[in-house]
T-cell receptor
Framework: EPEVTQTPSHQVTQMGQEVILRCVPI?????FYWYRQILGQKVEFLVS????????KSEIFDDQFSVERPDGSNFTLKIRSTKLEDSAMYFC?????????FGPGTRLLVL | AQRVTQPEKLLSVFKGAPVELKCNYS??????LFWYVQYSRQRLQLLLR??SRESIKGFTADLNKGETSFHLKKPFAQEEDSAMYYC????????????FGTGTRLTIIP
C-alpha cells in the first residue's frame, strides 16, 4: 500500500538556521498539507497546497515559512530562520476524496 | 471557527470491557468528522470517518448533531487497542484542513 514518506526523520539545528523538511506524497493525490505538533500539544494545521499554490494557511505559517513542490514528487516545507519555538514534530499529509494520509513525521529540534 | 474537544487525556480500560472515547465539536456548518489513531512509534492513521458508517477493528462512531458529538466506541477492548486517539474535523467542502482535538491516550489493562 502506498504511503507518504518524510525525510529526515530527525533534524537538529541552531537557532537562526534554515531548514528544509521533505515529503513525498502518495502519487495520485492532489492535495498536500503540513501540520505540526509541539510536544504535549495538539496537532496543528500549517498550510494546504493544491494546483501548485497555497490554498489555505494558518496564523502560524508566517513569512518564515514557505512550501514548494519543486518536481512531480517532492513537497517541501522551508523554515528560513528557525526559532526555539519551532521545535516540534512536523507531519506531511496528502489527500484524495477528503481523506488525509499522514507521513511518519520529522522531529525538529532547534537549539 | 471550528473546535474539537476531547475531555479525557488518559483513559484506562480492562481488556474485554467496553470503551468510549469522547469527542465534542463546535462548527457552524456541516462537518466531516474523523478518528485517527497513532500506535506506539507509528504514524497517524485514519481509523474511521463518519460518512463511511463503517466499523473498523470493532470501533464505531456516530455523529450526533444535536449534541455535537462523535464519540468512539468499542464493545470489548483488546490489548492491541492501546494507542493515542485523535478526533478531527474538516469543513464539508473541498479538501480542507483538519482541526484536531488534543487526543486521548487509551491504555488497555490485561
Amino acid at each position: 500500500e502506498p504511503e507518504v514518506t518524510q525525510t529526515p526523520s530527525h533534524q537538529v539545528t541552531q537557532m537562526g538556521q534554515e531548514v528544509i523538511l521533505r515529503c513525498v506524497p502518495i502519487s495520485n493525490h492532489l492535495y498536500f498539507y503540513w501540520y505540526r505538533q509541539i510536544l504535549g500539544q495538539k496537532v496543528e494545521f500549517l498550510v494546504s497546497f493544491y494546483n501548485n499554490e497555497i490554498s489555505e494557511k494558518s496564523e502560524i505559517f508566517d513569512d518564515q515559512f514557505s512550501v514548494e513542490r519543486p518536481d512531480g514528487s517532492n513537497f517541501t516545507l522551508k523554515i528560513r530562520s528557525t526559532k526555539l519555538e519551532d521545535s516540534a514534530m512536523y507531519f506531511c499529509a496528502s489527500s484524495v476524496a477528503q481523506t488525509q494520509y499522514f507521513g511518519p513525521g520529522t522531529r525538529l529540534l532547534v537549539l | 471557527a471550528q473546535r474539537v474537544t476531547q475531555p479525557e487525556k488518559l483513559l484506562s480500560v480492562f481488556k474485554g470491557a467496553p470503551v468510549e472515547l469522547k469527542c465534542n465539536y463546535s462548527y457552524s456548518g456541516s462537518p466531516e468528522l474523523f478518528w485517527y489513531v497513532q500506535y506506539s512509534r507509528q504514524r497517524l492513521q485514519l481509523l474511521l470517518r463518519h460518512i463511511s458508517r463503517e466499523s473498523i477493528k470493532g470501533f464505531t462512531a456516530d455523529l450526533n448533531k444535536g449534541e455535537t458529538s462523535f464519540h468512539l466506541k468499542k464493545p470489548f477492548a483488546q490489548e492491541e487497542d492501546s494507542a493515542m486517539y485523535y478526533c478531527a474535523l474538516a469543513q464539508d467542502f473541498g479538501n480542507e484542513k483538519l482541526t484536531f482535538g488534543t487526543g486521548t491516550r487509551l491504555t488497555i489493562i490485561p
